[in-house]
């Protein structure tokens, strides 16, 4: 790094004893004052945080998120050269240094704990077990522009849990978004379920995009959802929520990409690779997101298998074929966006849960504890199990199976956080 010129002004007589000092002692005064400024400034700032600027965001907004204090903006300014603090902008990637407090502490409707499941009737065991997790709810919403139809989560957030709503166009072959002809309607109608649904400020766009059965029309004849198609959808769909009175710093999250799922070829990945895929929505919205939602699956029951590193065979053999999937996409991840929030939003076992108590949820989220104990990883704030309740499309129906609840209880008695 090249040397940088400081101007000091002090007054005549400070300036003669200084020079004398320092010829007295055989030495410049440039030199003594380096040595002696680099004693006094130790190791501050050699520690940074990377912190990508979003929209309504100022310096003095940050500086009061990373250090308490608003006033803090003259800090943030001068370590990234910033001569008008009034003149960044969306997207600029800051350097935040020796933060002395964790930006994103949980608020209303967010949960410090990672323990979840999806369908709020399975909140009230987290309740019980006194970690009061996520509670995953997801919406059919279609693409009607005059549709207002929403839900109130007020119940959920005012207990305690955090709550993440995950807005489709359609189940199966009506597609997770609509046909791309179709997503200025479709972001209308997830900012109108937004505006009017209370408690949730979390919102997760689409579901598996680069699997065929989320396709619009089916996955033989429907449009393929393209990273480009889905980056396009998203930024609509963020665009309309963020412009809704009192949704404007909301967390739009982009939807989970399938793992092992190589079912959508295009030019650049011709090999359908999922990892690639999810890279390139990445690349594509060029940090205009909020949070990332990932899925994991474990391809049995047996627990032991959960931290198993095993690779899949060509072309896919430097990705993981097991439940630690979930590194390869964290690992996915470039620098710039470091910071935001990670959900794993579906975990279970390719086969349907047995009424059997293998302690296989103790130990999934004893790794993904494990992971957000190291400092240098981005954390992941919520893991949530798929499903609470019955739905005519699967068969992983947790509630009613005695042996399966007990193993999520023994697991809520650990003291799993992502934030402290």
Same mark, same amino acid.
């Not at 390719?350 to 400092?375: F, I, K, L």
């Given at each position: 790094? &090249?040397?940088?010129?400081?101007?000091?002004?002090?007054?005549?007589? +400070?300036?003669?004893? +200084?020079?004398?000092?320092?010829?007295?002692?055989?030495?410049?005064?440039?030199?003594?004052?380096?040595?002696?400024?680099?004693?006094?400034?130790?190791?501050?700032?050699?520690?940074?945080? *990377?912190?990508?600027?979003?929209?309504?965001?100022? +310096?003095?907004?940050?500086?009061?998120?990373?250090?308490?204090?608003?006033?803090?903006?003259?800090?943030?300014?001068?370590?990234?050269?910033?001569?008008?603090?009034?003149?960044?902008?969306?997207?600029?990637?800051?350097?935040?240094?020796?933060?002395? @407090?964790?930006?994103?502490?949980?608020?209303?409707?967010?949960?410090?704990?990672?323990?979840?499941?999806?369908?709020?009737?399975?909140?009230?065991?987290?309740?019980?077990?006194?970690?009061?997790?996520?509670?995953?709810?997801?919406?059919?919403?279609?693409?009607?522009?005059?549709?207002?139809?929403?839900?109130?989560?007020?119940?959920?957030?005012?207990?305690?849990?955090?709550?993440?709503?995950?807005?489709?166009?359609?189940?199966?072959?009506?597609?997770?978004?609509?046909?791309?002809? +179709?997503?200025?309607?479709? $972001?209308?109608?997830?900012?109108?379920?937004?505006?009017?649904?209370?408690?949730?400020?979390?919102?997760?766009?689409?579901?598996?995009?680069?699997?065929?059965?989320?396709?619009?029309?089916?996955?033989?004849?429907?449009?393929?959802?393209?990273?480009?198609?889905?980056?396009? $959808?998203? $930024?609509?769909?963020?665009?309309?929520?963020?412009?809704?009175?009192?949704?404007?710093?909301?967390?739009?999250?982009?939807?989970?990409?399938?793992?092992?799922?190589?079912?959508?070829?295009?030019?650049?990945?011709?090999?359908?690779?999922?990892?690639?895929?999810?890279?390139?929505?990445?690349?594509?919205?060029?940090?205009?997101?909020?949070?990332?939602?990932?899925?994991?699956?474990?391809?049995?029951?047996? &627990?032991?298998?959960?931290?198993?590193?095993?690779?899949?065979?060509? &072309?896919?053999?430097?990705?993981?074929?097991?439940?630690? @999937?979930?590194?390869?996409?964290?690992?996915?991840?470039?620098?710039?966006?470091?910071?935001?929030? *990670?959900?794993?939003?579906?975990?279970?076992?390719?086969?349907?849960?047995?009424?059997?108590?293998?302690?296989?949820?103790?130990?999934?989220?004893?790794?993904?504890?494990?992971?957000?104990?190291?400092?240098?990883?981005?954390?992941?704030?919520?893991?949530?199990?798929?499903?609470?309740?019955?739905?005519?499309?699967?068969?992983?129906?947790?509630?009613?199976? @005695?042996?399966?609840?007990?193993?999520?209880? $023994?697991?809520?008695?650990?003291?799993?956080?992502?934030?402290?």
């Amino acid at each position: 790094m &090249p040397d940088r010129r400081i101007a000091l002004t002090v007054d005549e007589q +400070l300036a003669r004893r +200084l020079r004398a000092k320092a010829a007295l002692a055989g030495e410049t005064l440039a030199n003594r004052l380096s040595r002696e400024m680099t004693r006094w400034l130790g190791s501050w700032g050699l520690q940074f945080s *990377v912190h990508v600027v979003k929209a309504g965001e100022s +310096l003095a907004s940050i500086a009061r998120d990373y250090y308490g204090d608003a006033q803090k903006h003259t800090v943030l300014a001068a370590y990234n050269d910033i001569e008008n603090p009034n003149l960044i902008g969306v997207g600029q990637v800051l350097r935040i240094p020796e933060v002395t @407090s964790q930006p994103g502490a949980p608020t209303k409707g967010e949960s410090p704990y990672i323990f979840g499941i999806h369908d709020r009737a399975g909140a009230q065991l987290m309740a019980e077990g006194g970690r009061r997790g996520w509670v995953l709810s997801s919406h059919v919403l279609g693409a009607n522009r005059d549709d207002w139809g929403s839900e109130s989560f007020q119940d959920l957030a005012d207990a305690g849990f955090g709550v993440i709503a995950r807005l489709n166009h359609g189940d199966g072959h009506n597609g997770t978004l609509p046909h791309s002809t +179709l997503y200025g309607n479709f $972001a209308v109608r997830c900012a109108n379920f937004v505006e009017r649904s209370a408690g949730c400020h979390i919102w997760v766009i689409g579901n598996e995009p680069n699997v065929a059965g989320e396709r619009a029309g089916g996955p033989e004849n429907g449009e393929r959802i393209t990273p480009e198609r889905y980056a396009r $959808a998203f $930024a609509a769909c963020r665009n309309a929520i963020h412009s809704r009175a009192g949704h404007q710093r909301d967390q739009v999250v982009i939807g989970a990409v399938g793992p092992w799922n190589a079912q959508t070829v295009y030019r650049q990945n011709p090999t359908g690779d999922w990892i690639v895929y999810f890279q390139h929505v990445l690349d594509l919205l060029a940090g205009q997101l909020d949070g990332i939602a990932l899925h994991t699956y474990a391809r049995s029951a047996n &627990p032991a298998e959960i931290t198993s590193d095993a690779r899949m065979s060509a &072309p896919w053999d430097n990705r993981r074929s097991g439940f630690r @999937s979930y590194v390869d996409f964290m690992e996915a991840i470039p620098t710039r966006l470091r910071q935001l929030p *990670v959900y794993i939003t579906e975990t279970n076992q390719n086969v349907p849960w047995q009424d059997v108590n293998r302690g296989w949820v103790r130990e999934a989220y004893a790794e993904v504890d494990r992971w957000n104990s190291n400092p240098a990883n981005q954390k992941i704030r919520a893991m949530i199990l798929y499903r609470w309740g019955r739905h005519p499309q699967d068969d992983w129906q947790m509630a009613g199976k @005695s042996q399966v609840l007990a193993d999520w209880k $023994a697991a809520l008695q650990n003291d799993y956080r992502w934030y402290r």
